[in-house]
């Protein structure tokens, strides 16, 4: 009739495990509280990085271990949350540590978390074995994954991917894709690379022009208008490259694609009446969905809004070029950017629950980024003083933004924080235009 | 009118009932025997350290002097009336017991003041003493003298080397207070800190603590003895509120 509770050895371990937690914790809290103190409040704390140690791994191939701590580093750091440690202030003994760590050691050198990793070779492929400790949490791991594939690189971008999802719960950008514009003899070519510069290459492979690319939804197309056929009409290519398949061949203008979110229409200014106007049309055949706008100014530069609802645009017709907003079916339109007489290519923010867009402004002469939150009115100056940056695009998680420039650092794309805070970092030498950042890589 | 009585006595005895209840309950409280906790302390707010208002944890204050005793009027004034006959002055009666009462006062009064002087030679010949007249005591106490008192310089520079160690990591969303405390030595250096309590959060107690250890540092590199007025503060411990 009753039930006898039965404690088993683990249970019982575990039992007094609590207890005696418990009463040290207690003890310790009552020492202080038995005492008389003094509280002083502080306050506006100051925001920093989060210190993190990622020592080279042991037990693992050489040139595989330097090129994985090399990409973890950059990842890391160019993800706008964390500092990343100089190795020459470690303490620990990497080869007795293994896979695991001593958290005295690395409290000392004032890391809040450590990744460990251990990177082979089996048979063809690269085999990644990584944990991530958070000091004060002691030597367990709290976050311990394996990668099995071809190249370091790309298992390394899905190991930091996790670890900004464990601290942030946001999926990272690492290992996503940024498309752009770069001359070639004779013309212009639509190019694509991983968003850190590495593996550039084009997409494109003629001596025309082809400029203004957009990733689609799922990142396996891009949109982009080239002048191969003498007239700039709207082609889409596979995110390897290939033979484009032409969509749009209005005469006149076929520029400035923007798929949709769900990847089944694009939005994009026709010409073909005269007067630049914007247009949806079907992604799948090019059909004509529906004229968006209707007036006297070039209307152009569409994009729409993550959640589908809206577009903006870059109208004249109050002047100069000024961000509009609109439903996405054309109604609503109305005046957003209200600083200075020369605002263009707006790209929203993919942050869930904002209404975010980064353009581009003229200020005294120079070209810079900004952000505006449309709900709010607040604005964030990206770029300042650096010579002129142009044409942002966020990254898929909207903390970053890439965009180009001609500062005296020296001409290319450049990453920065969306905030404007850190280091901006440059990921592509050279002339660049028409900047795409595209989605996250699946999984 | 009888309802309405009838419910006014009811209402009544249910506040007192809960007055009472609460009363018990508050005094049977397990920690209330206890020293003080977070919310009883004295809480100065930020660098600059703003006296608590709360009379409960008010420091002894110095006693109000004495006023001198008002001039009594005289019995006998002198008369303007050549013709008056003079009055007899009468032989001076034995002291009454009111007139010892008063010589008390005024002897405890004159000791009073002669231990102010002392006090107040000590404090001109300490370490502390151009602190104490610029700012009065941080924490109320029988030193400080300005009608709101702004802190004592020296735990308003403990504060903000404090406050400049503080750095919450930007990927940290929540938000909320940590406490940090330190235990000062007589030489100023830090003797012992601790986090009270935790806050679960590995991420902002490792940050804690790398504030109060990089105050350690800063303390054990450059000692500044605690001013002789503010001596009580070795023997408490010292809680900085760190928000993120």
Known sequence: ?443 | MDGLRLSGILMTALVHGAVVVSMVAFSSCPGAAEGPKIGQMVTIEAALAYKSKDSKSRQPQKPRRSQPPAPQPTTNPVSRDEEQAPVEQKPPEPPTQRDEDFAEQFEKYRQMRQEEEDESAEVENGAGADEERAGGAFDGSEHGFAEVNKGDPYMRELAGQAHGFWSVPTLEQGSGHAVGCVQLGKDGRIIDTQLLPPTQNATIDAAVKRALKQLTDAREAEPKPVPPHLMEATTQWICFKFPY
């Open chain 1, 1 to 443: 009739m009753f039930q006898v509770p039965v404690l088993n050895r683990r249970r019982l371990a575990a039992a007094l495990a609590a207890l005696t937690a418990t009463l040290a914790l207690g003890h310790a809290s009552a020492r202080a509280q038995q005492q008389r103190a003094v509280v002083i409040e502080l306050e506006n704390p100051k925001r920093g990085l989060y210190p993190i140690a990622v020592p080279r791994g042991s037990e693992s191939d050489p040139a595989l271990a330097a090129e994985a701590e090399s990409i973890i580093g950059f990842d890391l750091e160019v993800s706008g949350w964390f500092d990343v440690l100089d190795p020459r202030s470690f303490l620990a003994d990497l080869g007795a540590e293994g896979l695991g760590v001593d958290p005295p050691k690395w409290k000392d050198v004032g890391a809040f978390g450590v990744i460990k990793y251990r990177v082979t070779r089996a048979g063809g492929d690269v085999v990644l074995d990584a944990r991530l400790y958070e000091v004060e949490k002691g030597k367990a791991a709290v976050l311990s994954r394996s990668y099995r594939g071809k190249e370091v690189r790309t298992l390394v971008h899905a190991w930091c991917n996790e670890v900004v999802q464990y601290y942030t719960g946001e999926p990272g950008f690492f290992g996503s894709k940024i498309a752009f514009v770069t001359r070639s003899s004779g013309g212009k070519q639509v190019m694509a690379m991983d968003f850190d510069g590495h593996g550039a290459h084009s997409l494109t492979r003629n001596s025309s022009l082809n400029i203004l690319p957009d990733w689609s939804p799922d990142g396996s197309k891009v949109a982009f208008t080239s002048y191969m056929r003498n007239n700039p009409d709207l082609y889409i290519v596979g995110a390897g490259g290939g033979r484009p398949r032409r969509v749009s061949k209005h005469p006149g203008m076929n520029t400035g694609a923007s798929w949709s979110p769900d990847g089944s229409k694009i939005a994009l200014t026709l010409s073909k009446d005269g007067n630049p106007e914007i247009y949806v049309i079907s992604a799948a055949d090019g059909q004509i969905l529906r004229r968006l706008t209707d007036n006297r100014g070039i209307d152009t530069s569409p994009v729409w809004s993550p959640d589908g609802r809206e577009i903006a645009f870059v109208s004249d017709r109050h002047g100069g070029p000024q961000i509009f907003v609109m439903n996405a079916d054309g109604s609503n339109q109305r005046r957003v950017s209200r600083n200075g007489d020369y605002n263009t290519t707006p790209v929203w923010s993919p942050r869930k629950g904002k209404r975010i867009l980064a353009y581009t402004t003229r200020d005294q002469g120079h070209y810079d980024i900004v952000t505006l939150d449309i709900e709010t009115g607040e604005m964030v100056r990206v770029t300042q003083g650096q010579g002129n940056n142009e044409e942002p695009s966020f990254s898929p998680n909207g903390r970053a933004i890439a965009f180009a420039s001609t500062r005296k650092e020296g001409a290319g794309i450049y990453i920065a924080n969306t905030d404007g805070s850190g280091k901006q970092r440059r990921v592509y030498k050279g002339s660049a235009t028409s900047i795409d950042w595209g989605p996250a890589p699946r999984p």
